[in-house]
């Protein structure tokens, strides 16, 4: 169970172009979703946190008019990543936790999206 | 700044030695304590948490972890390790009262010889 799909799984653009991606809780229905990145050989940081049917609450030093992230079901949350440019390319990871007793504040993660901006 | 440390940024070992990876944090009150581990080309999938009670918590494939409040640490700890644990290992922090919101050390490289 608590399985989170991503899609998709790596994506090419051009410079200048949005890229969406998605973020699905497979089998269970979450409360609250985050968007992190990812460099090579680093951790991951957070960018965003959402719930569902509200707006999402941005790190310092996110863009949030760059990445929008819509969260309009509890198995669905999008991140687009809006004019994209090469500082852009990076690995994308989603998480989300669920509702219910022993779940909450344990996140399950998704496999990631590997964005490349040319 | 608050943060959270791990000591070790790549760690070589042998099948079946003993293994322990660093964790520190700087947050005060009341924190939840994970192990994430991410093995080459898959996601991250949780070895072990804490919330609260018993200090030494085990998790899944043998692993274990000791939460010690007095040094903000949370050291993994595995007897014998073997060449299939080959991953990158994340320690992470969450505040009581953040929402879930996690703060992850910077990883660290485990490659087992065989």
């Known amino acids: 169970g608590a399985v989170v799909s991503q899609h998709p799984s790596w994506v090419i653009c051009k410079s200048g172009t949005s890229v969406k991606i998605e973020c699905r809780s497979l089998?269970?229905?979450?409360?609250?979703m985050f968007w992190y990145r990812q460099f090579p050989k680093q951790s991951l940081m957070l960018m965003a946190t959402?719930?569902?049917?509200?707006?999402?609450?941005?790190e310092q030093g996110v863009e949030k008019d760059k990445f929008l992230i819509n969260h309009a079901s509890l198995t669905l949350s999008t991140l687009t990543v809006t004019s994209a440019h090469p500082e852009d390319s990076s690995f994308y990871i989603c998480?989300?936790?669920?509702?219910?007793?022993?779940?909450?504040?344990?996140?399950?993660f998704g496999p990631g999206t590997r964005l490349t901006v040319l | 700044a608050q943060s959270v440390s791990q000591h070790n940024h790549h760690v070589i070992l042998s099948e079946a030695a003993s293994l322990e990876l660093g964790c520190n944090y700087s947050?005060?009150?009341?924190?939840?304590l994970f192990w994430y581990v991410q093995y080459p080309g898959q996601h991250l999938q949780l070895l072990l948490k804490?919330?609260?009670?018993?200090?030494l918590v085990k998790g899944i494939k043998g692993f274990e972890a000791e939460f010690i409040k007095s040094k903000f640490s949370f050291n993994l700890r595995k007897p014998s390790v073997q060449w299939s644990d080959t991953a990158e290992y994340f320690c992470?922090?969450?505040?009581?009262?953040?929402?879930?919101?996690?703060?992850f050390g910077q990883g660290t490289e485990l490659s087992v010889k065989p």
């Open positions: 959402s719930n569902e049917g509200s707006k999402a609450t941005y």
């Open positions: 992470a922090v969450n505040r009581g009262n953040q929402g879930g919101k996690l703060i």
């Open positions: 804490y919330f609260s009670g018993d200090p």
């Open positions: 998480s989300a936790t669920a509702a219910g007793e022993g779940l909450t504040d344990t996140q399950y």
């Open positions: 947050y005060g009150g009341t924190v939840n």
């Open positions: 089998d269970f229905q979450a409360t609250t």
